[in-house]
Each structure stands twice: as C-alpha cells, then as structure tokens.
C-alpha cells in the first residue's frame, strides 16, 4: 500500500445493550447486568415461579366458580324444593259409588210399607222388574252394598250395609310422597232411622279393591277388603305412592255404620315426604259424607229374586235374624 492510500475506516465496537437486553431488562429487572450465566439461571427461576403463579391462579378461579356455581345450584334447589312443597300436597276428585240404575245390593226404606204397598210388592213376578224401582224410587229408597266386613257391634244375623266413594289421587310434586293412614275426621252418630229393607239375591260384594271403615269400632281405621286381607288393617299390608312421576292413586272407600246413621266432615289422610309428616283433609266437594244403616229393631224386610213370586217377605226375629 503507497503512502498515498486512505487506510480503511477502524470497526467500531459493537453496543453492550440489544433488544434482548431491553426485555430482560423490562420482564426480569433483577436480572439485568449479571453474568449471563447468572442471568440465565435468574430468567429461568422467575419465569417459573411465574407458571406456577398462572397455575394456581386459573386453578383459584376454576374453584371459586366452582364454588359459587354449587351455591347457587343448591339455592336454586332449595327454591324449587320450597315451590314444590308449597300449596296442598295432592288433590282428591270424590265422587259416590253407586250400583248402574236398578241394581243395588240393598234399598232402605225410612217408613214402613202400608198393607196396600206390601200387597203391590208380593204380587209382582219377573216381568214386573220395572215396575220394583218405580216403586222404590217413589219411595225415596236408598241403595247400599253389604258391607265387605260385619261389624262386630251388630246382633244376629242381618245384612250389614254400606256406602261408598271414588277417590281419585293425584299429585304434581316433583318429590315423592306417600299416604300411609287414612281417618274419619268429625264423627257424628245418631240411631238409623232406616226400618225397612230390600234385599237383592245373588248381587254380592262389590269386587272393587279398596277399604272399609267400620264406624261402631271405637277410632275405626281403614280396613281391607280384598280376599287374602280381609279385615286386617288396610295401611299394615299397603301403601299409596304419589308424586315424582307415579301413577294417580285410585281409591274406593266404604263405610258401613252398623244400626247407625253417621255424618262426618272429611277423611284425614297421613302423608310422609321429606320434610316429615304431614295431613290433609278429603273433603267431599263441601258437603259432609253421610251413611246409612238399618235400625237395630227393623219392622219389614223383603228379598227379591230371579224368579217368580219376584218379592218374598222375611220374617225377622227378636235377635235380627231374617227368615225369606
């Protein structure tokens, strides 16, 4: 190279600060300016603590979400279980069970029948049927079944008769209950004043299964009236489910009051659920249940049957004992 030459321009050092520096600088303050081996480790640490610091912050927020949403699904549960328990527990349709129109067990009679009215009655045959529940029905005869189950407070041998109601349950409750007692509530008792009867031959029971209450047991209670209970507790042997999806229970009640006439307000029914237990009343669409018995000394009973003569006058004993 002459003297003449231009040396070329000396490198100038490169800068001690760059982009990454200006980071660390700005994440990691307490990193900046040490050995990068220092450095490195500082950055490691720290960012670490950061991760673990994230973590448990989302996992701090999964759990209070966590928690709150199980607050308010039991406040929401808690709502929906007070409406559901609000307002009665089941609704009860009531309806009297009767026989079709001419076929009754039975028909009482409050009077008894003239030696005119017994001689139409006597002289009736078969073809005359029709002319029968004319005759009763001008008479304000009253139509009953036998009572499924005597009671025991009744003497001889008389029929004991009964009458009875449909009761159709039905409950919109999400949660279940059930029925496990069913009482006469407001009891009033007076002698029958029925002394005259009709008796049907060959009509039997019913065949319904449901229960009696036997009203000259002292506290009577519901008593069952199919076959293989007959006579034993209703409640011992059955209970009625309603609510949470069941099926509307179907009950057919009958009472029989021996020689008395009774009127009670309602029937009591006992209901357990999961706030403990409860009752409420059957009432029958504001007017009190009645029923109907046959007087302990009756004057007259007559017997029908599916031939000729169509009526035969019984012969009734001083015990109560019909002789047809």
């Given at each position: 190279?002459?003297?003449?030459?231009?040396?070329?321009?000396?490198?100038?050092?490169?800068?001690?600060?760059?982009?990454a520096?200006?980071?660390?600088?700005?994440v990691?303050?307490?990193?900046?300016?040490?050995?990068?081996?220092?450095?490195?480790?500082?950055?490691a640490?720290?960012?670490?603590?950061?991760t673990?610091?994230?973590?448990?912050?989302?996992?701090?927020?999964?759990?209070?979400?966590?928690?709150?949403?199980e607050?308010?699904?039991?406040?929401?549960s808690?709502?929906?279980?007070?409406?559901?328990?609000?307002?009665?527990?089941?609704?009860?349709?009531?309806r009297?069970?009767?026989?079709?129109?001419?076929?009754?067990?039975?028909?009482?009679f409050?009077?008894p029948?003239?030696?005119?009215?017994?001689?139409?009655?006597?002289?009736?045959?078969?073809?005359?049927?029709?002319?029968?529940?004319?005759?009763?029905?001008?008479?304000?005869?009253?139509?009953?079944?036998y009572?499924?189950?005597?009671?025991?407070?009744m003497?001889?041998?008389?029929?004991?008769y009964?009458?009875?109601?449909?009761?159709?349950?039905?409950?919109?409750?999400?949660?279940?209950?059930?029925?496990?007692?069913?009482?006469?509530?407001?009891?009033?008792?007076?002698?029958?004043?029925?002394?005259?009867?009709?008796?049907?031959?060959?009509?039997?029971?019913?065949?319904?299964?449901?229960?009696?209450?036997?009203?000259t047991?002292?506290?009577?209670?519901?008593?069952?009236?199919?076959?293989?209970n007959?006579g034993?507790?209703?409640?011992?042997?059955?209970?009625?489910?309603?609510?949470?999806?069941?099926?509307?229970g179907g009950?057919?009640?009958?009472v029989t009051?021996?020689?008395?006439d009774?009127?009670?307000k309602?029937?009591?029914?006992?209901?357990v659920?999961?706030?403990?237990?409860?009752t409420?009343?059957?009432?029958?669409?504001?007017?009190?249940?009645t029923?109907h018995?046959?007087?302990?000394?009756?004057?007259?009973m007559?017997?029908?049957?599916?031939?000729?003569?169509?009526?035969?006058?019984?012969?009734?004993?001083?015990?109560?004992?019909?002789?047809?």
């Amino acid at each position: 190279m002459s003297e003449t030459d231009t040396p070329p321009p000396e490198r100038q050092p490169v800068a001690s600060s760059s982009l990454a520096d200006d980071v660390i600088a700005t994440v990691v303050p307490e990193a900046a300016g040490l050995e990068r081996r220092a450095r490195n480790r500082r950055i490691a640490v720290s960012l670490a603590c950061g991760t673990v610091l994230t973590v448990l912050a989302a996992l701090g927020a999964r759990s209070a979400d966590w928690l709150f949403a199980e607050h308010d699904a039991q406040v929401a549960s808690e709502a929906d279980d007070k409406i559901d328990h609000a307002g009665p527990a089941f609704t009860a349709s009531v309806r009297a069970d009767a026989w079709d129109p001419g076929d009754p067990d039975a028909t009482l009679f409050d009077k008894p029948f003239s030696t005119e009215e017994k001689r139409t009655l006597l002289g009736m045959g078969v073809a005359d049927i029709g002319n029968l529940w004319s005759f009763m029905k001008a008479r304000h005869g009253r139509d009953v079944f036998y009572a499924a189950v005597r009671p025991a407070a009744m003497k001889g041998s008389s029929p004991a008769y009964s009458e009875a109601w449909l009761v159709d349950l039905l409950s919109d409750r999400q949660a279940g209950l059930v029925v496990n007692d069913l009482r006469v509530k407001g009891l009033r008792c007076t002698p029958a004043r029925a002394v005259a009867a009709i008796d049907f031959v060959g009509q039997g029971g019913s065949g319904y299964e449901g229960m009696l209450f036997d009203l000259t047991r002292p506290d009577p209670v519901a008593l069952a009236i199919s076959e293989e209970n007959l006579g034993k507790p209703f409640f011992a042997h059955r209970k009625i489910d309603l609510g949470n999806g069941a099926t509307p229970g179907g009950l057919r009640i009958a009472v029989t009051s021996g020689t008395q006439d009774c009127t009670w307000k309602s029937f009591e029914a006992t209901y357990v659920d999961s706030e403990g237990t409860h009752t409420q009343e059957i009432t029958n669409n504001g007017k009190d249940f009645t029923v109907h018995g046959i007087a302990e000394h009756s004057e007259q009973m007559f017997e029908v049957s599916p031939r000729d003569p169509l009526v035969t006058e019984c012969t009734v004993s001083a015990q109560g004992d019909p002789a047809c």
